[in-house]
């Protein structure tokens, strides 16, 4: 079960439970590079993604908050830009319920970041700039299979009061 960003509640910093980040190399050589963004060996099923899109974001513009009931996302961050990524547990059953976690991530540090469901999220390209780039591979296809199902996401942006602010 999920809180609607309507509620008032306090979150405090710390890990949140089923949360990964793990850091993308870059394999250089005269040619360019190459970061290998999953693999199915270390990652598990659950997560396994069922599409990939790739987004561009604006210099200091924010994305989200908001979340999923199903899906969970797996973003790569690897650069061009830098991003602040905040994150919110927002699972009532989780034992990191009302955490939140906030991650660095992009060009100067290049991470892939795991977000299961129920955990709200939020991220803003901190670049003064440089347009961001974010590349996500999500365990659900966008609107079902044909697109034909309404879109898993509870879209906390859209409420001016929303606890789940990205800035301290």
Known sequence: MTQTGKET???QKGKIQDVVVYPLKKFVDERGWLAELFRHDEISEEFYPAMAYISVTEPNVQRGP???VDQADLFCFIGTGNFKLRLWDNRAESPTYRN????FVGADNPQAVIVPKGVAHAYKNVSTTEKGVVINCPNRLFMGAGKKEPIDEIRHEDDAETIFKIED
């Open 9 to 11: 509640a306090e979150f």
């Open 66 to 68: 908001h979340e999923h």
């Open 100 to 103: 939140v976690m906030t991650l």
